[in-house]
């Protein structure tokens, strides 16, 4: 009898363990992580180098974009996501060299572009994703966000007749707005999204032509695809 009673009372003690272990293993995994890469497309020109019939205009090109996302819940219809993001470019300069003629009273300007140093565009976000109804292996979203966006101009590779006008890195307050689709086959799950970020992009404010350029609206867009990845 008291060695049934010990079995009895260690049994009892070991079922809250048992039960404790089984839910550990049968709780849902909230957090995903999802590495992404993809293409960087900016839309803006960014600041003007010169006067008058010297003037010309800058623009960050296109270029890879890497990044990493942490999305809490991402089977509830809503749900919060932060990213990182890194886009690799150049800063070109572009110029008018002339006009050519292209019929009968019509012209059209020719531009020059050249590559005149590295730079990088750094993206911080956090997101708000509200999930469509499933169709099929498919399920859209939409993103709607706001973080910060980061130029990082490489000075010792910028020309001189653009360095001034990129005297120092710039960060900015920017918008997210992005339209996104999980595919999900066997088990895993495939994110593909095309964003833009909106900020301004303040201009070096020597020239008139800069100071008229205050403000303006600079928009990138991001085409990304990215692996959901559930941590244990």
């Given at each position: 009898?008291?060695?049934?009673?010990?079995?009895l009372?260690?049994?009892?003690?070991?079922?809250?363990?048992?039960?404790?272990?089984?839910?550990?293993?049968?709780?849902?995994?909230?957090?995903?992580?999802?590495?992404?890469?993809?293409?960087?497309?900016?839309?803006?020109?960014?600041?003007?180098?010169?006067?008058?019939?010297?003037?010309?205009?800058?623009r960050?090109?296109?270029?890879?974009?890497?990044?990493?996302?942490a999305?809490?819940?991402?089977?509830?219809?809503?749900?919060?996501?932060?990213?990182?993001?890194?886009?690799?470019?150049?800063?070109?300069?572009?110029?008018?060299?002339?006009?050519?003629?292209?019929?009968?009273?019509?012209?059209?300007?020719?531009?020059?572009?050249?590559?005149?140093?590295?730079?990088?565009?750094?993206?911080?976000?956090?997101?708000?994703l509200?999930?469509?109804?499933?169709?099929?292996?498919?399920?859209?979203?939409?993103?709607?966000?706001g973080?910060?966006?980061?130029?990082?101009?490489?000075?010792?590779?910028?020309?001189?007749?653009?360095?001034?006008?990129?005297?120092?890195?710039?960060?900015?307050?920017?918008?997210?707005?992005?339209?996104?689709?999980?595919?999900?086959?066997?088990?895993?799950?495939?994110?593909?999204?095309?964003?833009?970020?909106?900020?301004?992009?303040?201009?070096a404010?020597?020239?008139?032509?800069?100071?008229?350029?205050?403000?303006?609206?600079?928009?990138?867009?991001?085409?990304?695809?990215?692996?959901?990845?559930?941590?244990?």
């Amino acid at each position: 009898m008291y060695r049934v009673t010990l079995w009895l009372l260690a049994a009892l003690l070991s079922c809250p363990s048992w039960s404790s272990e089984a839910a550990a293993q049968n709780a849902p995994r909230y957090l995903r992580v999802v590495p992404t890469a993809g293409w960087y497309l900016p839309v803006r020109d960014a600041r003007v180098v010169g006067e008058g019939t010297s003037a010309a205009w800058t623009r960050v090109a296109e270029g890879p974009m890497l990044g990493v996302q942490a999305e809490w819940k991402p089977h509830f219809p809503v749900s919060l996501r932060g990213g990182l993001l890194a886009a690799l470019s150049d800063l070109e300069l572009i110029r008018n060299v002339g006009t050519v003629s292209c019929g009968e009273r019509c012209y059209r300007a020719v531009y020059e572009t050249d590559p005149v140093g590295g730079t990088r565009v750094f993206l911080g976000v956090a997101d708000l994703l509200v999930r469509g109804p499933h169709l099929w292996v498919a399920q859209p979203y939409l993103v709607l966000g706001g973080g910060l966006k980061h130029y990082a101009f490489d000075q010792g590779e910028l020309r001189d007749e653009v360095a001034a006008a990129f005297p120092d890195d710039e960060t900015d307050p920017a918008g997210h707005l992005a339209l996104g689709l999980d595919l999900t086959a066997r088990g895993y799950t495939v994110v593909a999204e095309a964003g833009t970020y909106l900020s301004t992009f303040d201009p070096a404010p020597e020239t008139a032509a800069q100071e008229e350029r205050s403000g303006q609206l600079q928009s990138d867009v991001a085409l990304t695809l990215g692996v959901r990845i559930r941590l244990r």
